[in-house]
RNA sequence: CGGGGAGUGGCGCAGUCUGGUAGCGCACCCGGCUGGGGGCCGGGCGGCCGCAGGUUCAAAUCCUGUCUCCCCGACCA
């Protein structure tokens, strides 16, 4: 038997081959159980494909074939970030704590701090805003040094409050950061696009389904963010879809559904609710949609001013943008403080209230009265109408809900990963460490800053949870571990073994990263495990189908069968490979 | 940080209540059979039962302390 020479293809990941990816030599530890203690889908079967190992809460090594997926993300980000002008470089992971406490980003609980041997404060990265604008303040003279873009993969330490989903959410994990660095504003702006076509590339590239949705800056600070979000069951954000929107639950922003409201009286009813303290209890006992009530929410704010917080009672107060509504920093009020300035916690109300008043901009004020509580035990107010019984602010602060309306189009709802953000920076770290330049006109100003992150293992997880079914992995073709898995079913010495040996030179020769199972092992062994691992095209050398002239190709996503004449086969899985997913 | 659960061989577990010197399945090693969906037979290796202290003639088992891990929530630059 004689394999026709195959034209050799050219590949996109051609400079990541690796020689010898024999199964028989190969550490690829699969289990036929997940962990115990795995929830996520894509921890079972990273642990169960030998993907990664756990080390520690958060702390994860990665095996071959998973640091061969991880790889193969980097060089997808990698080659993006050059194309958008990126310059690749390296800062470390230990730092001073002298420059984060300059920058007032020193002290949080997440970050990991440490001494040196002298007694010096030191920590690990969090990231490394401070880091670039620390060499952008030594090295930046002038505008004739900008603009810059400049990036590294570099490992970062967060001590998670709690670490979960295996390499989900972890302490310690390479994420890919950039930094760009401009003379204003408007340069800021074009960095900031230029970042989000590169990710674009890289997320469509990866094979993953995801949205750019608008995000809250955070303590980031800054102008401005997107998010980069790979829907999938374990993701830990809830992402409010619509056609042509898309935004973080934490800023959503959408069209209450309508509530039907009992015509209101000439003035509020007492009615008397004793014990009643839910929107729930107080709905049902009234006759009336929970939305037909009013939900009090007190909150103190850092200046120590009281501000009773309104929504409908179907709504949550979302309190990311309540903090934007307030423009300042707030508390739930104790127990003891509503008593105090109101009444008893669970009968609060909006009515003769003595303090400001924000009311969620989903409650209606075109008349028809809503249920508030009484600020007395037992009682409830009914037929209450804002801006008659009491005065208010307008502000978007509650949390949307699957169904409400955007441009009049009903929103949906879904678990997301976060796998990559932007952030305008503006100058909120080149003003504290004194990274300035001068202009044209020789006047010193503070360089625009944004800042670009992207989670290669997010990604690797996420695409697994995505594409995952029964039998275990099912990779993108761009980012699998391998192009090809190529089973021998032959014992050594038998011609199906000769022929795989040929075949798996082959293969590599035409630039298909294949990893070959040459072990003495069963076929139902050798197959579980293939599907396990995921590698998008499996070729499988057996008696019957090699004496036919053929080997038999299986695509792993909907694992579709098809043979490929022996004749050339080479060249025809290449092909098949090149129209894969 | 609040709530819940768990630490026994590489993985999954039983044994703990009722103390007597550790067991099962898979994996692994050796030999043989089988050879298109985790197959079969026989023979083996491997664990100071998370750690420390205590009670006891005797502790995986009871007591005290401690560490670690997981799940839900809070948190998440």
Known sequence: MELAVAPRVTLATATLRAAMTRLSEYLLPTEREPPADAEALSHKLMVRAGLVRQIGAGLWSWLPAGWRTHQRVVQIVREEMNAIGGQEMLMPVLHPADIWKRSGRYGFDEMFTLKDRKGADMVLAMTHEEIVTTHAAQVIRSYRDLPKILYHFQVKERDEPRPRAGVLRTREFIMKDSYSLDCDPEGLELSYEKHAVAYDRMLDRSGLEWYKVKADVGMMGGHGADEYMAPCAAGENDVVLAPGYAANIEVASADAQPVSLPPAPDAPEEVTTPGLT????????????????????????????????????????????????????????????????LGPPGFIGPVGAQMRILLDQGVRTDGGGYVVGGNRPDIHL???????????????????????????????????????????????????????????????EPIWMGSYGIGPARIAAAAIEQFADEQGISWPRSISPFDVHLVTLGKAGSEEREVSELLYEELIAAGLDTLYDDRDANPGEKFADAELLGVPLRVTVGRKALAAGEFEVQLRRGQEKASVAVDGAVAAIAELWRRLP
């Open 382 to 444: 009914s037929g209450v109408v804002p801006g008659r019984d009491f005065n208010f602010e307008t502000a978007d602060v509650r949390e949307v809900l699957a169904g409400d309306l955007v441009n009049g189009h009903a929103v949906r709802i879904e678990p997301a990963i976060e796998v990559g953000n932007i952030f305008k920076l503006g100058t909120r770290y080149s003003e504290p460490l004194g990274a300035n330049f001068l202009t044209q006109s020789g006047v010193s």
């Open 278 to 341: 839910t929107v729930g209890q107080v709905a049902t006992t009234l006759g009336v949609p929970s939305g037909a009530l009013l939900k009090a929410f007190p909150v103190v704010l850092d200046d120590g001013s009281f501000v009773l917080v309104m929504v409908r009672g179907d709504h949550r107060v979302n309190e990311i943008k309540l903090r934007l509504a307030l423009q300042c920093g707030f508390r739930a009020a104790r127990a003891d403080e509503i008593e105090q300035r």
